[in-house]
């Protein structure tokens, strides 16, 4: 038996290519009475100093914080009016952070209780892939197995 999807959690990178992936979470919460939690994560910078690699310090996030949720804010509303998708009451939070994407995505999937995870993919060549890795799948790989 497939278990019954409650809640999505939508990750976005806010690309152009992220918008496909909203639209599928909006749709899939519309058919089947759930809800979105929507994650936005700001990987922290980081630089390679003679073959080492050195976390940057990072000042006070805040006010990125807030003009990445104003954005995010500012999509879904955009999204109502232009493609008429009825999204605002489906979205029970937005949040941003401020890490590892892969690892506060499944964080937030469990501390949130989403039964279902929505990832849009840049879609870099195999150069990018290899070398900057992928999130999706990295997501996909350490996801928890619920039909075993």
């Not at 499944?106 to 279902?116: S, T, Y």
């Amino acid at each position: 038996m497939i278990p019954r999807i409650k809640k999505i959690l939508y990750s976005t990178d806010l690309s152009k290519n992220s918008i496909y992936a909203f639209c599928f979470a909006v749709d899939m919460a519309k058919k089947y009475d759930e809800k979105i939690c929507i994650l936005h994560v700001v990987e922290p910078f980081s630089a390679t100093f003679g073959g080492r690699t050195v976390k940057l310090p990072q000042g006070e996030p805040k006010a990125s914080i807030t003009v990445i949720r104003n954005r995010i804010q500012n999509f879904y509303n955009k999204m109502e009016e232009k493609e008429n998708l009825a999204c605002v009451a489906l979205v029970t939070k937005t949040f941003v952070q401020t890490r590892d994407p892969v690892q506060e995505i499944l964080k937030a999937a469990d501390q949130e209780g989403c039964d279902l995870i929505v990832l849009g993919n840049h879609g870099k060549g195999f150069v990018e892939r290899s070398l900057l890795g992928n999130v999706s799948r990295s997501v996909m790989d350490r996801t928890k197995n619920w039909f075993s």
